[in-house]
């Protein structure tokens, strides 16, 4: 920064200074009469800018709802202003946004901040002086629900090693990795086979890119590759295991961190040697018939539910779609400036859409009016952003859906594919319209391909696939007729 500039930020630490004994009011932070527009400049109130700073790192945030509201929308407009601090939004500030949306203000927050009172504009100086404030105010705010992500970060600073989660000097770590075990001990009885891991990693350098694999030696001793941060073992057999997960920027897992947690389970009373003695008096053949019988069906019951949890999780995956939920939440702040009964609905449609979708994963059919609601709370949220560019019609008899049934979410998913596949416009609307042929639920789009499309997943049909093979000897049909794409699948 230049003198002239230090000098303007020392002038406006002076001010917050003088600002920071009365601020315990909404007028005490901004003037009664300034009005809040983003067209207008606030230069001129820039000295008022590190005190509603302050305001908001300190103030819990379930205090003054209105106050923080009108001086989060005060501290935009002014950087929207403003030329000589520019505040660099991360991909790791997503996680933070996860955890609590108002993180977002309070990032940006700490980013001004530093370079007004500092006259550092330096990115890294900057950025470390932003995820400090955050972590400062998770830290303190104990009513916040808790993040793994946010109480490893803790760690980290703890560790004196925030600075290195910026260092892109080759070979050095740079990304950190936390396993949570099931439990403290590592010794089990033989009933408690049950175990799910959840593990975090943090990286800086590549956030939305972190490669994650696992494997349990003793049970399966292959890699898994994984986007998810949570894996389960139902119905584990007895024996010594030693679970193993990687973390890494690179597809390759070159320069990867690890996380180990070993345990055993004891075996039943009729596997240990007293008692196996015993049986071998009373017939060693029937014994050891028994036993590897036993075994085999336990592990073919433990594989297959396994599977069942891969296809869940994945599905779910799916669904949680960071870039539907920063697109929804930016929805939602609009809404709220805009039309608060409007916002109040689409809340309460977004918070049924991911309820049903926690509820409704586990099972393997749900009726069709159950899966008819959960897509009509996904077509208002989107609708809120489309407008009449997207429209769904349905003619399903009421008698069909009070007594049919399909795969939970599979509607939701399909009108998502639709969208992201297709052009969805004023001048292009897409219409999709869901029918009922037969023992067929029918769901038809225009094909309005867009001139860039976005990279699949490729879970989508092939997901919906897999569930109705678990529930069903029926299989879906789709593809593309008369223009029209068109996807069938099975009424239960």
């Given at each position: 920064m230049c003198l002239s500039l230090r000098l303007y930020a020392f002038c406006a630490m002076l001010l917050a200074l003088c600002y920071a004994a009365?601020?315990?009011?909404?007028?005490?932070?901004l003037p009664r009469d300034l009005v809040l527009d983003q067209r207008l400049s606030y230069n001129e109130y820039t000295h008022l800018v590190v005190p509603t700073i302050d305001w908001l790192q300190n103030t819990p945030l379930e205090k003054d709802l209105t106050q923080r509201r009108r001086l989060d929308n005060f501290l935009m407009y002014w950087l929207q202003?403003?030329?000589e601090v520019v505040v660099n939004m991360p991909d790791f500030?997503?996680?933070?946004?996860?955890?609590?949306?108002?993180?977002?203000?309070i990032y940006t927050g700490g980013w001004i901040k530093h370079a007004l009172t500092t006259g550092d504009t330096t990115r890294f100086g900057c950025s470390k002086a932003a995820v400090n404030s955050v972590l400062d105010f998770y830290e303190k705010n104990k009513t916040i629900r808790r993040s793994d992500y946010m109480d490893m970060l803790l760690r980290i600073r703890e560790d004196n090693?925030?600075?290195?989660l910026y260092d892109t000097s080759k070979g050095v770590i740079n990304t950190y990795l936390h396993l949570k075990p099931p439990s403290d001990k590592h010794e089990f009885k033989p009933s408690e086979n049950y175990f799910s891991f959840r593990y975090t990693a943090v990286s800086f350098i590549n956030a939305k890119g972190i490669h994650y694999r696992y494997k349990l030696e003793g049970y399966y001793d292959k890699w898994i590759y994984s986007t998810e941060q949570v894996v389960t073992f139902p119905n584990l057999?007895?024996?010594s295991y030693v679970f193993r997960v990687q973390a890494s920027i690179f597809p390759d897992f070159s320069n990867a961190v690890e996380e180990t947690y070993d345990f055993s389970i004891a075996a039943p009373i009729w596997r240990r040697g007293w008692f196996i003695t015993l049986m071998i008096i009373a017939g060693v053949v029937i014994v050891l018939l028994y036993m590897s019988g036993r075994e085999r069906r336990l592990k073919d019951v433990a594989n297959l539910q396994q599977e069942r949890i891969v296809y869940e999780y994945e599905h779910l995956k799916s669904q949680v779609n960071p870039h539907f939920l920063f697109n929804s939440l930016n929805t939602l702040t609009s809404l709220i400036e805009d039309n608060p009964q409007k916002a109040i609905v689409y809340t309460e449609n977004l918070s049924d859409l991911y309820r049903n979708m926690l509820t409704h994963r586990s099972r393997d059919l749900v009726l069709l009016s159950e899966e008819l609601d959960i897509l009509n709370n996904y077509i208002h949220i989107q609708k809120s952003r489309f407008g009449e560019a997207l429209q769904l019609h349905t003619d399903i008899p009421e008698e069909v859906l009070r007594t049919k049934?399909?795969?939970p979410l599979a509607l939701q998913l399909l009108i998502e594919n639709a969208i992201k596949h297709n052009i969805v416009s004023r001048t292009q609307p897409l219409v999709i319209t869901v029918t009922v042929l037969g023992d067929e639920l029918i769901v038809r789009n225009p094909v309005q391909p867009?001139?860039?499309?976005e990279k699949s997943s490729g879970l989508g049909l092939a997901n919906i696939s897999k569930r109705y093979a678990v529930a069903s000897k029926?299989?879906?049909?789709?593809?593309e007729e008369n223009g029209m794409y068109t996807v069938r699948l099975p009424l239960l």
């Open positions: 009365p601020i315990k009011a909404q007028d005490d932070v202003k403003n030329d500030l997503i996680n933070f946004q996860n955890v609590h949306g108002e993180f977002y203000f090693k925030l600075a290195s057999p007895p024996g049934k399909i795969v867009k001139m860039s499309k029926r299989s879906i049909a789709y593809g």
